[in-house]
């Protein structure tokens, strides 16, 4: 287990403070957040590249806060391999086992068995600089994987791969974690990751910890605007609530009044996802308790999919595949009905 607590970084224009952070042992743990937001600066934390000013981190309640990054049986990947170029792919995993003083019998069953798992034995001769980006990255893997560490740490190791083989090291990397049960902390700013891979995420801003929960409570039920925003929930409004006769809450949010089942009442926010909003020519029958009539005001094609803004008003961000915009002739300036559930809307 990764037990951090009061953590404070001081890099002088930026500054790490008040993290709090608890990792499960053999968990996928995703740090997610925004450019400039601390992620990377948080992994190296942990990595101990930079001193603590406050705080304490322990793993497998062993305090590490003050030991040098050599001796706190951490590895680090980063988004750019950093394999090194006069070394052959096999003597780049190995470097960090002979830097352990482990003996040429205790190597070559090891390396063996990472790379096997890897499906990287046929690269283990070539020149690093010859490899593809997939497979500079398994090899990193493997450098890091082959010292047994008690915690992967992983700086956006999808991020420079092209669609295709981002997908493949996706599926790569869960079953990695599903094999060994590595203890794993993924940083990324990329939400299709971290509902993809996390077994829990927390998303950091401006050098805080902001949220942390599944990747559905982030998505589904955030906590703040930011949060909201950067989840593209692409609905967030701020508005008044009051009782409803039905138990639930009716919340004026300026142009419209919406429902939503929720204990607060008074000033809040509202965040709805796009997805959760059902689109329509005629008037829909169904349970849902909200519903509007407006008009299309913008689309904008994301190939399979199709965001469109409708404009009741206020203005509400559906998505629709790309199939259903087609078949339902649907296109800016035509008026149509959207509905979503009480339950489906956030409220903060």
């Not at 993290?19 to 990377?40: H, M, N, R, S």
């Not at 352990?100 to 190597?107: G, P, V, W």
């Not at 997939?134 to 450098?143: D, F, T």
């Amino acid at each position: 287990m990764i037990d951090v607590r009061g953590l404070k970084v001081n890099l002088g224009s930026f500054m790490l403070q008040d993290i709090d952070l608890q990792v499960d042992d053999g968990e996928y743990f995703i740090i997610l957040g925004p450019t400039g937001a601390g992620k990377t600066v948080l992994l190296e934390a942990l990595a101990g590249l930079y001193p603590t000013m406050e705080g304490r981190i322990s793993v497998n309640g062993r305090d590490i806060t003050r030991e040098k990054p050599e001796k706190r049986g951490i590895a680090i990947v980063y988004q750019d391999q950093m394999l090194f170029p006069h070394l052959s792919v096999e003597r780049n995993i190995s470097f960090g086992l002979k830097a352990l003083k482990c003996t040429k019998e205790e190597i070559k069953p090891r390396v063996t068995s990472i790379t096997e798992l890897l499906g990287i034995t046929h690269l283990l001769h070539r020149d690093t600089t010859t490899l593809s980006g997939g497979e500079k990255q398994k090899a990193a893997l493997a450098r890091a994987l082959v010292t047994k560490p008690a915690l992967l740490l992983l700086d956006e190791p999808l991020s420079a791969l092209d669609p295709e083989t981002r997908e493949k090291m996706q599926r790569e990397l869960a079953n990695i974690h599903r094999q060994l049960q590595v203890t794993m902390v993924h940083v990324t700013h990329d939400f299709e990751e971290a509902v993809g891979l996390g077994d829990r995420v927390a998303v950091i801003n401006d050098g805080r910890i902001v949220q942390v929960g599944t990747p559905q409570d982030v998505l589904r039920r955030p906590i703040s605007e930011f949060v909201a925003r950067f989840a593209l929930s692409r609905n967030v409004f701020i508005g008044q609530s009051t009782d409803a006769q039905n138990g639930q809450a009716s919340i004026d949010i300026g142009d419209a009044k919406i429902e939503a089942v929720t204990p607060t009442r008074g000033r809040v926010h509202v965040s709805l996802r796009p997805e959760d909003i059902s689109i329509s020519r005629e008037p829909l029958s169904s349970t849902a308790r909200n519903s509007f009539h407006g008009t299309i005001t913008e689309v904008i094609d994301r190939g399979t999919v199709v965001l469109l803004t409708v404009s009741v008003p206020p203005d509400f961000s559906c998505l629709v595949t790309n199939s259903s915009y087609s078949e339902m002739n649907l296109r800016r300036g035509v008026g149509v009905w959207i509905s979503f559930k009480a339950s489906a809307v956030n409220v903060f």
